[in-house]
């Protein structure tokens, strides 16, 4: 199957089989297509609950059965970074560096460095050696691996443009059976703001009882929406920031709660804490 083709039912059927084999391997490999990788890994970073083990995605840009593929490195780090028991939680290996996955994002589609980790460092490199950071690591769990299987729930997902239409957007909304609705919007989470554009989406979402989450179109830098009178008055409204979460870790953290069976309180609630590495608070959950 094509990783573009990856979704819910693929992710749990992958989720299962490591519960399955959990307790006869000291970690796991996945190679996966790079393109779906960030979501897949995402998804598992959420759903393997008490993860203990390593869980190390990668892959190649060139074809394996090229004799010049990078596949041959990335799965050998791989395998090493597997069997090192600091590592508890799952993470992206591509050129000579480990990810935490649900920090991941894919900024190129030719390189051999396909991916970035825009606000947290690699968790380990290979120079002359390979070097582990322990204290960037998450620490190890108390409880049992459990897998959180419902991650079907629709999440919807908008991205605001100059002169976007602004009944494309509620009709999207009215129309849409999801719980929650992501929009990328510029820089720090500002947004156009001529006609009502923003306070009418939200508005609309309200009527849907969906919730709205506020991410960027940037690489870098984190949702402030104190930092505008627009996004002060978003808040206002109910409008959460994913603050420095990726869009991919967004949507997927959203499909996670709402499938833990969370309120919109709830969830609102939820977005602002760290559950998995994936955002950098002062109290970690």
Known sequence: MLSADQGPEEWVKLAELIERHYFEYDGFVVQNGSDGMVYTATALSFMLENLGKPVIFTGSLIPATRIYTDMK??????????????????CILFDDKLYRANRTIKVSRSSLKPYDSPHYPPLARMGGSLKLWGPLLRPQPHGRLHVMKNMSTPILSLQVGPYAPLEAFVSCIENSKARAVVLACYGSGNAPARGDFMQTILASAAKSSMLVVITTQNRYGKVDLGEYELGRRLLQMGAVSAMEMTAETTYIKLKYLFGRGFTNEEVRAYMQKDLRGEMTVLHSL
Do not use: G, K
């Not at 490195?73 to 799952?90: D, G, K, P, W, Y």
């Open 73 to 90: 490195r990335n799965t050998i780090l791989s395998l090493i970074l597997a069997a090192c028991r600091q590592i508890s939680e799952v």
